[in-house]
């Protein structure tokens, strides 16, 4: 579907954090009606690069194509794809009917009522975009973009102005509206339960660069790099010294630590790497476990702090220099009634240890 | 005239104990010291002509302010005035709409040049028109049948070119404030270029291009040094209103000097605030 081919392109913009700023030798593919999420933090180039896909920048090379088509030296206005701006960019001159009926020419007023009904915002049709609250204008940039009929919709952070609950709410609406009319859609977040919410695939990018492509899942669990990792806040990340042991790594941990982890699918490593255990993926038990599987480490503690954050608990444990940090389900938590200063054993089993290099690639 | 989506926002007015109020107080009383002291003026030229004229006699003295040379006068400010705002904003809107978006080799330059008229005195645009034509190009363009010296397209051009910049400055402005990102939704929704800045950017400026025309109509109406020198002071022929007080004054009538300088003001006055409240839907 869309293809990006070693795309470059250089800006001179005081928005970013340097006085240039450059997406670097980017590569992407999106599948037909995929949902194709865009993740980084603020400043990495995903508006950038979207706005380079609608033919708002000049790249200063590579290749942008369409089906096969190459339509990197099209107009914006040729290319015809759906794009909602961060901010929405509604036209304040116009009504919601004027804005959403704005690319249209010859039979409006029926186009404009489906995309209306397909929103649900045919109630707002004579209000200016001034009288609208946030989660109304999103979807009225929405419908616009969607009036045009685009191959492809691309959206920039099109819910991160809005409250907890809209977004949400937002969020199942873009899915459920993606898998009913099948358009690709491209969509720019930095947020990742967003993320988690919409994506069928997502693509990380920082400093202008494509760190990572893969499911969600993937990324979220087997993050390629620790620059991925942090930005993810996985929380359990620890250097380390990797020791191959049969089929598995041997891992020498600060604080002679020794953690089993499996041998990555390419088969090398280096003997600097970084260990990651995802905090839902470390076994807390009070009293000295049982039934541990024969690569598991077990490593004793004592809790340091308790972060509740509604339905999850975040137990941070002190094992000699090294903290870890554990989540739990607020039931599992609440029943086993987990208190500061208590003696705890973690285990950590060697699928659940992800090994990264230490160095970013 | 003024479409609903241009209300004036709502200020807000936050709790506001002795310190507000008095910083209030303090910005409030420059406004009106500055207004006191521009109606302490009119109010002395008013006091003036009916001291001069005298209650008696101020009927008669209305007739004066009527007669045809007054009244040549006041028309012919007002349509030369008028067709300079037009043509000033057919120069301001695209040239302030260019130094907004593009970015050209000299444009600082170039962005200075636009400030000249403003900084000038306006006597010196007078004086370089008399000699711009009569240069080579000057001389060309009169043989071709357009006429400026000493004649009513003259004072068209002396006020084109001296408040002009104010109407540019003042675009330029509105479009600096307006988000190219607007621009180039249009363009994704299949709009030119130009589709983009007539559908989008330009009704999205209207408010600055009222107020630059403004600019350039009071600008255009109170001009007088230029047009001394390039179209001189004929009366019923090239006289405006500014000149109309210059000749007056100068064969001793300064109270038909002073009320002309009312009438100007009145004019000016009902002029702008129907604008305003009308074309800005300011209160």
Known sequence: ?361 | MNPSWFRQPRLTAPVAGLHGRLFAASMLAFVGLFVVALAALVVADVGYVVADVGWANLGNFAAVLVSPEILAALWLSLWTSTTTVILGLVFAVPMGYALSRYRFPGRAVVDSVVDLPIILPPLVVGLSLLVFFQTGVGRWIESIGLEFAFQKKGIILCQLLVSTSFGIRAVKLTFDGIDPRFEHVAMTLGCTRAGAFFRVALPMAYRGIIVGGILIWTRALGIFGPLMVFVGAARMRTEVLPTTIYLEQSIGRIEVALAVAILMLVLTAVALVTIRVVGLGER
């Open chain 1, 1 to 361: 579907m869309i293809r990006i081919e070693r795309l470059n392109f250089t800006v001179a913009d005081a928005a970013y954090k340097a006085d240039t700023f450059a997406l670097r030798n980017v590569s992407l593919h999106v599948r037909p009606g995929e949902y194709f999420v865009l993740l980084g933090p603020t400043g990495s180039g995903k508006t950038l690069l979207l706005e380079c896909l609608c033919g708002l920048n000049h790249i200063d090379s590579g290749r942008v194509s369409i089906d096969g088509v190459d339509v990197t030296k099209l107009e914006p206005r040729s290319r015809r794809w759906g794009y909602v701006p961060q901010d929405y960019a509604l036209f304040p001159h116009m009504t919601v009917r004027g804005n959403i009926g704005f690319s249209l020419a010859g039979a409006v007023a029926a186009r404009v009522a489906e995309v209306m009904e397909l929103v649900g915002v045919a109630h707002l049709a004579d209000r200016f975009p001034q009288k609208l609250s946030g989660g109304e204008k999103q979807r009225v940039a929405l419908a616009r973009a969607l009036a045009v009929g685009p191959r492809v919709l691309l959206l920039d952070e099109p819910v991160s102005a809005l409250d907890e609950q809209t977004r949400d709410e937002l969020c199942r609406q873009l899915k459920r509206l993606q898998q009913d009319t099948q358009t690709t859609t491209v969509h720019v977040c930095h947020n990742f339960t967003e993320m988690l919410s919409v994506a069928d695939r997502v693509a990380v990018i920082d400093q202008g660069q494509i760190l990572q492509v893969g499911t969600p899942r993937e990324v979220l669990e087997r993050p390629a790099s620790t620059r991925i990792a942090r930005f993810a806040q996985v929380g359990n990340l620890l250097s380390a010294r990797a020791v191959a042991d049969g089929t598995r790594l041997r891992l020498v941990c600060p604080g002679g630590i020794e953690l089993r982890a499996r041998i990555p699918e390419s088969g090398e490593f280096e003997a600097d790497v970084v260990a990651m255990i995802r905090p839902e993926n470390i076994a807390l038990t009070a009293n000295v476990p049982e039934n541990v599987p024969p690569e598991a480490t077990i490593l004793q503690g004592t809790v340091a702090e308790l972060i509740e954050l509604g339905p999850v608990v975040k137990v941070r444990v002190a094992c000699g220099a090294l903290e870890w940090l554990v989540s739990l389900g607020k039931r599992e938590y609440t029943e086993r009634n987990i208190r500061v200063g208590d003696r705890v054993h973690l285990v950590v089993a060697a699928e659940n240890v992800h090994v990264m290099r230490s160095s970013p690639p």
